[in-house]
């Protein structure tokens, strides 16, 4: 079964930063896109960034500048470095993986920014 696992969310202080990967397994991972979108109380879920299969990536404007994301296809793992955060970043962050019409998300992991 195909495992997204999410880790590195956390409590930090407006301004700090975090480093949250997206560990994944079982499936072909260099051939897939990746994303990180997140989801808070009230609100729709939004995408954040993404990563093509070719290390295209692209961003929410309103993280462009504080957020990075890469990927190593050896480790079979995504990450999303965040910095500058805000407490409108407060949310919980979601792995996605792509491929065509096959999709999987992560179970999400708790970024609270506290001011």
């Known amino acids: 079964q195909v495992q997204l696992v999410e880790s590195g969310g956390g409590l930090v202080q407006a301004g700090g930063s975090l480093r949250l990967s997206c560990a994944a397994s079982r499936i072909r991972f260099s051939i897939y896109a990746m994303g990180w979108y997140r989801q808070a109380p009230g609100k729709q879920r939004e995408l954040v960034a993404a990563?093509?299969?070719?290390?295209?990536?692209n961003y929410a404007d309103s993280v462009k500048g504080r957020f990075t994301i890469s990927r190593d296809n050896v480790k079979n793992t995504v990450y999303l470095q965040v910095n500058s955060l805000k407490p409108e970043d407060t949310a919980v962050y979601y792995c996605?993986?792509?491929?065509?019409?096959?999709?999987?998300w992560g179970q999400g992991t708790q970024v609270t920014v506290s001011s």
């Open positions: 996605n993986a792509k491929f065509l019409t096959t999709v999987y």
């Open positions: 990563i093509s299969s070719g290390h295209d990536t």
